[in-house]
């Protein structure tokens, strides 16, 4: 393949993941209710509240957020790892494209390219698997705290919105983690991006989409 196609190929690769994500955030934003991550993110809040009413409650409150700090923390795990291993096969080739470059401006390659997506979607993944880890921290103190307390009835109001973000980060972690999947087979092949792009963004759609009816 010439430098052309494979630029082609990755290019493809990224932009089909790019327009499928921006197609999801504008319809989280017309159509909430439609979208998997805007409706579990209501349900949390739902939940808290549920329990916020129930007397005795904090100790299952409490496990649950356990599970869910568990599992964010895993996800972080991950990603650092991920993170690690490639910026150990990034760097050498970072450092000589740089290095080998007389004018002091590199040559941008389709490999270098997909490494540094790759470094930033693991990196994103980090860092969002942090801010989860952060924000169900929170909201487990404020579930221990006793129902009907006027503590627990203070601090209600920014549990709702700190479990709610909590969520979404957790959605935002393991999507990126997702996302990288196209960029390593795309590294493996250039032609094989584009491929298993689509087969991400189609197993996305379907996860994605909610049905209201399951509701009623």
């Known amino acids: 393949?010439?430098?052309?196609?494979?630029?082609?190929?990755?290019?493809?690769?990224?932009?089909?993941?790019?327009?499928?994500?921006?197609?999801?955030?504008?319809?989280?934003?017309?159509?909430?209710?439609?979208?998997?991550r805007t409706a579990h993110a209501h349900l949390r809040e739902q939940w808290l509240e549920a329990i916020s009413k129930q007397p005795n409650s904090e100790i299952l409150a409490v496990q649950a957020l356990r599970n869910s700090l568990m599992s964010a923390t895993m996800m972080a795990s991950t990603a650092v790892l991920g993170l690690m291993g490639t910026v150990t096969l990034a760097a050498p080739s970072l450092h000589d494209t740089f290095s080998q470059t007389a004018t002091g401006l590199?040559?941008?390659?389709?490999?270098?390219?997909?490494?540094?997506?790759?470094?930033?979607?693991?990196?994103?993944?980090?860092?969002?698997?942090?801010m989860s880890i952060r924000y169900y921290s929170h909201v487990s103190f404020i579930s221990s705290i006793p129902v009907g307390s006027h503590e627990r009835q203070r601090w209600m109001p920014v549990g709702l919105v700190y479990v709610r973000r909590a969520g979404i980060m957790y959605s935002w972690a393991l999507r990126h983690l997702i996302l990288v999947a196209p960029l390593l087979a795309s590294l493996l092949h250039p032609l094989a991006g584009p491929l298993v792009s689509a087969v991400v963004v189609a197993l996305l759609y379907t996860m994605d989409r909610f049905d209201q009816k399951l509701q009623q």
């Open 1 to 36: 393949m010439n430098n052309l196609s494979i630029w082609l190929a990755v290019i493809t690769t990224v932009t089909m993941l790019l327009i499928y994500e921006i197609a999801q955030f504008v319809l989280s934003r017309r159509k909430p209710a439609a979208i998997t």
């Open 106 to 130: 590199p040559q941008l390659t389709p490999k270098m390219a997909l490494e540094l997506v790759l470094l930033a979607l693991l990196f994103a993944s980090l860092i969002a698997s942090a």
